[in-house]
């Protein structure tokens, strides 16, 4: 969307949670690529730092000199406390009535914002969040292993859920506010489990859910926090939503 197609945004102000641990390298293009992209709409950006020791805050707070602490939020926590937490401790932060959910590794590339803005006022819809597995998604930089059991995550989740959407385990959401606060409100997980958790609950409660399609690039710089433990994790938590919705 070019610039003069935000007229329609009216008083809306999206706020960008992205949560950090160890991305000193990956910080500070992530910041500059949504503010490239987000030219003429209202936005801040909540970075939820769980204590990382490779200086990911001390780049935070210079990026603040450069954008202004309005529109970059530094919000840290003293050590890893789990993923769905920081999204909880990043909303309490929250200004605005719309809020996105992101890594910040790269692997969701800011240039997909405007398309998840454009869907959302085109639609009405509470949440949109970025697909994989649809046309026009994909995935760049994962062996064949790791393609296998993100789809078989998805397909196992697709079959004894029916969420009624195609990417359960993507992390790239965009939310109304306040269908964010009702649904997060419901959700026990704190790991990886969590994004799978929220979009099943949201599924259940009758909120519409729109979804544009995203290419998932592997991170470049760092390393991946996804281990066999999380992998665990997110078939204890498939189990607990079979039963539990």
């Known amino acids: 969307m070019a610039e003069g197609e935000w007229r329609n945004l009216g008083k809306n102000k999206y706020s960008i949670i992205v949560p950090t641990y160890n991305e000193r390298l990956n ?3 992530i910041v500059y690529l949504i503010f490239k992209h987000l030219r003429g709409v209202d936005f801040e950006i909540i970075v939820v730092d769980d204590g990382s020791p490779d200086g990911t805050q001390d780049i935070v707070k210079q990026l603040q000199q450069v954008y202004g602490e309005d529109r970059v939020l530094l ?9 769905g937490t920081a999204y909880i401790h990043g909303l309490k932060h929250a200004s605005g009535n719309f809020v996105v959910i992101m890594d910040a590794d790269l692997s969701h590339h800011p240039k997909y914002l405007p398309s998840f803005i454009k869907k959302q006022l085109e639609t009405g819809a509470s949440i949109v969040t970025g697909t994989r597995y649809v046309k026009g998604g994909g995935v760049h930089g994962w062996n064949l292993m790791r393609k296998l059991t993100s789809r078989g995550a998805n397909v196992l989740a697709q079959t004894f859920l029916w969420p009624g959407v195609s990417d359960l385990t993507g992390s790239f959401r965009l939310y109304k506010k306040s269908a964010l606060e009702d649904i997060i409100t419901s959700v026990v997980s704190k790991g990886y489990v969590f994004q799978m958790e929220m979009i099943v609950r949201a599924s259940r409660k009758g909120y519409r859910i729109e979804e544009v399609p995203i290419t998932f ?8 926090k996804l281990g066999g433990s999380e992998i665990v994790e997110y078939l204890k938590g498939l189990v607990y939503l079979l039963v539990t919705t």
């Open 75 to 83: 919000r840290a926590r003293p050590r890893k406390l789990g993923l």
């Open 27 to 29: 910080i500070a293009l």
């Open 217 to 224: 690039v592997d991170r470049v710089f760092g390393t991946s």
